[in-house]
């Protein structure tokens, strides 16, 4: 062989390899969890304090406890974790089991009519929500008898991005469904907030990809077999404090379900009896409280509520206006709703429709706190010669004459 086709050889060689290697990087460019997301390793829970029953035993003799069954996992995060990453939780029937689920006694969620788990529906987008009905009627389904539902209709095509855990573990691990239990968790995880221990019923359990952190799999040796326990990380779990991306959905509809039978429906979000004498309510903030997908929107909403038109109707009309004024709850919630204006028969139906749209105005805040807001708001609406309302038309913000918008 002569010199030259060697040296193209060479090249076209060096060509291929330079090409497998801008495609690497552009994978893991456009999947930057990628390690983090494709386990290759399975762990054994290396440096884990295993307990069975109150007491520490080494990790092999779980295979001299048939029934044991996992109850908890703490993953440490203080200094505590320079001795030990965490911590296992296992019982037997004789011995008195982890904290039970704190929503197993729930009804039945059910979103665009896909059934889906109490934590799932609890990081729900309530600003999308259209429509809620609920019965008391218990349901039987896969073997659970569930005390009433709740169903739920969305603006969002709430599955679209979403992947229940089967999905997930096929895509991402492979592993057999019946051989794994799923610890599902936030990044902030620690003994106050240590995550769900899943090992049933995965497919109630939705979760949207982009706030999939990692996914991690340990092996742990049963007496019927070994199972893999697969960490999901994930920005949707629900927790206490208020995260950057996701109070604002998770921590409203904590409030709406926290007690799932009591609530309104027509007005899921509107807070009946809220006590505003003893709290300080503020007129003014750095941001105000304003409702989701903005007023045009707004609008829109009460008026399909009303049943009226979204345009001005044709025939002859005038316009009137109602002042309203309300308070925003630190969830997004509203409160205290009255008419500032002089009352009409037609105010009624607006006045409903805004309790029903309870659900889609955010929090005030100031300097990272949020605060009770009091929103006080004209809405211009043409009326027909009798009185009776074509449309709404827009709305504008009000201020107290002591404090003047800035």
Avoid at 30 to 42: D, E, F, I, R, V
Wanted: proline share 7%.
């Amino acid at each position: 062989m002569t010199t030259a086709p060697i040296k193209f050889l060479l090249l076209f060689v060096i060509m291929l390899v330079n090409m497998h290697v801008a495609r690497s990087q552009q994978f893991s460019t456009n999947s930057p969890n990628n390690t983090l997301l494709y386990p290759k390793q399975y762990g054994t829970f290396e440096n884990y304090v295993f307990i069975l029953n109150g007491g520490i035993i080494e990790k092999q003799e779980l295979l001299n406890y048939p029934e044991a069954r996992l109850g908890r996992v703490f993953n440490y995060t203080s200094s505590i974790k320079r001795m030990y990453e965490g911590v296992l939780y296992f019982h037997t029937p004789w011995y008195p089991p982890s904290p039970p689920d704190e929503y197993a006694n729930d009804p039945a969620y059910f979103i665009n009519n896909i059934q889906v788990s109490p934590y799932i529906v609890r990081s729900s987008l309530t600003e999308q929500y259209t429509n809620i009905k609920r019965s008391e009627q218990d349901t039987l389904i896969d073997g659970i008898v569930y005390k009433g539902s709740i169903h739920i209709d969305t603006e969002e095509d709430f599955f679209a991005n979403r992947m229940t855990i089967p999905e997930i573990v096929k895509k991402y691990t492979g592993l057999p469904i019946k051989d794994v239990v799923i610890h599902w968790r936030n990044d902030f995880c620690n003994i106050q907030n240590p995550g769900l221990i899943i090992q049933d019923h995965f497919p109630l359990y939705y979760f949207d990809l982009k706030g999939l952190q990692e996914v991690k799999v340990d092996r742990i040796p049963f007496a019927g077999g070994e199972r893999y326990f697969i960490h999901l990380v994930d920005e949707g779990y629900p927790y206490d404090y208020f995260p950057e991306k996701s109070f604002r959905s998770t921590l409203k509809a904590d409030m709406i379900f926290d007690y799932p039978m009591d609530f309104d429906p027509e007005a899921p979000c509107y807070e009946e009896k809220f006590n505003s004498a003893i709290y300080d309510i503020h007129h003014r903030a750095k941001s105000e409280s304003k409702p989701f997908g903005g007023e045009e929107d707004y609008i829109k909403k009460l008026a399909n509520n009303m049943g009226l038109q979204t345009i001005k109707p044709p025939a002859k009309t005038t316009q009137d206006s109602i002042l309203v004024q309300f308070i925003v709850l630190w969830k997004g919630g509203i409160t205290h709703l009255e008419s500032l204006s002089p009352q009409k028969p037609a105010h009624t139906k607006i006045l409903q429709a805004i309790k029903h749209y309870s659900c889609v105005w955010s929090g005030a805040e100031e300097n990272g706190t949020l605060l009770l807001f009091r929103r006080k708001m004209a809405i211009f609406y043409s009326k027909d010669k009798e009185g009776n309302i074509r449309s709404l038309d827009h709305l504008e913000y009000r201020y107290d004459d002591h404090q003047p918008p800035s």
